[in-house]
């Protein structure tokens, strides 16, 4: 009981702030999808994005983009990690820092320099028109391909450093004893690396994916007002309409949405936690 | 015991010291880009030289201000609020402005009818006109646009700029175009229908810093947009033109407008107030050409020939803001659906 309390004690802090900072105002907001203007409890407004294709579709929009970007990120994210886990502590050291200094700079002007390189003139479609593989006034900007390449640029580092933790721990005695039973190199990372590292790829992949879907700058700048995802959605809602309780509503539907996932990940992970 | 005494009288001659430089505080909205620039330029950083007085700008468009004013309904955060979208009439029928009587500003008498017409609802005054035309690129067209219809040209090929309807601008400018088509503000059909052809030869903006942009590097031919704005393009250098189509041009009416339940309200009716002088607005004609609103403002030749002057306000098209707030939220929801791919 006087743990309890001493717990309690140390802790009050930062309940109070998670209180007063985080869950109040996202249980009012929440609240607000399942109101009506007079205050009264209805589901309207959750009916309304359920059975639009407009809304419907935006939430597809979301949930697809966010599943290329968290799989692009695996793809790309863990043979770093190990490489990073496995190589020299100097090694490590620099290549912690070239995916951490992005996290440096302001999404926004990473977002603007994404602008300047996708846009009609910019690097890539240049190079592409020297190839003479498009027109000259060949844009990416306003393209479903500028917002996953922005946002893997933004999210990749969340992947990196979520499997590094994980490989890192794994007892490279373990891959030494694969390749003595016999093992090729790859063998040992498919058979032995890649399972142990799996808690990492999830936990990683779940933050990616949380936070994809709940990004709004980034998709907002480069895929344009053409290619609505929910966030970006929400934003418009609660601030051009002003239609608040529809704005709840959807800030619901993507909370469900990523709660589910937290679900699943947790299924996924327990045998893991052995 | 001297000591102490000293101490006390250092400390009260500080206190009254500090209290005496203490300075007000206002907070006020403007819309960033190079209005935001100049709008601090001739209004903010005078008025607070000559008035000892703090002013605090936040860049915020006219919709997420009426939003936040909602939202601080109980405890309002501005002191003044400008608007351009109409939505003075929206926050003045919720009680969100305290209304002013032009008797109580010193330039009230001086302002054209069409600037004070608001304030018998409770609004502020209108401080500044802007118009809704178009805007072309007069070295790669070689046939400026006449009507509204013209955007339709197929000789534009590709290079459309159209402007999300969330803007004022861009909304201005879809009311204009859907009544050319037969439209009107209860039957938005016609417009959306007609703008939905243009889709896949436009690129549509959110924000009217990025109309210059588009100009700028997006190889732009013609855009419906704000003659403001199409000044600051020129002046940069694109060879960019204002045109008034022939169907008539939308007027947009910035006002300044007094918050209600703040404890200020003598500063910012002062700041309201100078906002309306003829000087300020005269150096608003020249440096962006807006349209004064104050009949002692004396333009300069070739300014008063490239902007909309005096009673001549009243000829462009002015869209019932109150008519217009009732289907915005339709409309825009409609216009979403359009345009998402």
């Known amino acids: 009981m006087n743990r309890l309390r001493i717990d309690l004690f140390i802790s009050a802090p930062g309940l109070l702030l998670l209180a007063v900072g985080f869950l109040v105002p996202a249980a009012v907001i929440l609240v607000l999808g399942v109101r009506d203007a007079d205050g009264a409890w209805t589901s309207v407004h959750l009916v309304r994005f359920l059975t639009d294709s407009f809304y419907l579709g935006i939430a597809w929009r979301t949930v697809k983009l966010s599943l290329l970007i968290t799989a692009i990120c695996v793809v790309a994210g863990t043979p770093l990690a190990y490489i990073m886990a496995r190589g020299g502590p100097r090694l490590r050291l620099w290549l912690i820092v070239c995916i951490t200094l992005p996290l440096m700079t302001s999404v926004v002007v990473r977002t603007f320099g994404w602008m300047v390189v996708l846009g009609r003139g910019g690097l890539v479609p240049d190079a592409l028109k020297m190839l003479g593989l498009v027109n000259r006034n060949y844009t990416l900007m306003h393209t479903e391909t500028a917002i996953v390449a922005g946002m893997v640029q933004v999210l990749f580092p969340f992947m990196v450093l979520s499997i590094l933790g994980v490989v890192q721990r794994i007892d490279s005695r373990l891959e030494e004893a694969a390749r003595v039973m016999g093992c090729s190199f790859l063998q040992s990372l498919r058979l032995v690396v890649l399972p142990l590292a799996v808690p990492g790829i999830v936990a990683g992949s779940l933050l990616v994916f949380t936070l994809s879907a709940s990004y709004f700058i980034t998709p907002n700048l480069l895929g344009g007002s053409r290619l609505p995802v929910l966030a970006s959605s929400i934003y418009e809602t609660a601030t051009k309409t002003l239609d608040w309780q529809f704005a709840g509503a959807q800030s619901i539907i993507l909370l469900i949405g990523v709660l589910m996932l937290l679900i699943v990940q947790a299924k996924l992970t327990r045998p893991a936690h052995g | ?341």
């Open chain 2, 1 to 341: 015991m001297k000591k102490i005494v000293r101490a006390a009288a250092m400390a009260t001659l500080l206190a009254a010291t500090t209290s005496v430089f203490a300075q007000q505080t206002l907070v006020v909205n403007s819309w960033g880009g190079p209005y935001e620039k100049l709008h601090k330029e001739l209004v903010f950083e005078p008025f607070e030289k000559a008035n000892n007085v703090k002013i605090k700008v936040v860049t915020l468009y006219s919709a997420d201000t009426l939003a936040q004013l909602r939202a601080q309904k109980a405890n309002p955060q501005y002191d003044v609020v400008h608007f351009s979208g109409g939505q003075e009439v929206i926050a003045a029928r919720e009680g969100l402005l305290s209304p002013i009587k032009p008797a109580e500003l010193s330039h009230g008498k001086d302002l054209y009818p069409f600037a004070t017409e608001g304030m018998a609802r409770g609004e502020g005054p209108v401080h500044l006109v802007t118009a809704v035309g178009l805007l072309f690129n007069e070295k790669k067209v070689t046939k400026g646009p006449t009507s509204w219809k013209d955007v339709w040209d197929s000789a534009y090929g590709d290079h459309l700029v159209l402007t999300d309807l969330s803007n004022s601008f861009g909304l201005l400018g879809f009311l204009m175009m859907n009544q050319v088509w037969g439209g009107s503000i209860e039957n938005t059909k016609p417009g959306l229908k007609k703008v939905g052809e243009l889709l896949n030869r436009s690129v549509i903006i959110n924000s009217s810093p990025e109309v210059q942009q588009n100009f700028a590097q997006n190889d732009a031919w013609l855009a419906p947009f704000s003659q403001d704005y199409a000044y600051i393009i020129r002046k940069s250098g694109q060879p960019v033109k204002f045109v008034m189509a022939k169907e008539g041009t939308p007027a947009v009416y910035f006002t300044a407008n007094l918050v209600a339940n703040r404890p200020n309200q003598a500063l910012a009716k002062k700041l309201i107030d100078f906002e309306l002088s003829p000087e300020v607005q005269a150096a608003f004609a020249r440096e962006m050409r807006y349209s004064p609103t104050n009949r002692k403002t004396q333009l300069t030749p070739d300014v008063a020939s490239e902007v909309v002057y005096g009673d001549a306000v009243r000829s462009l098209v002015r869209f019932d803001p109150v008519a217009i707030d009732k289907i915005r939220n339709g409309l825009i929801e409609d216009w979403k659906k359009l345009i998402a791919k």
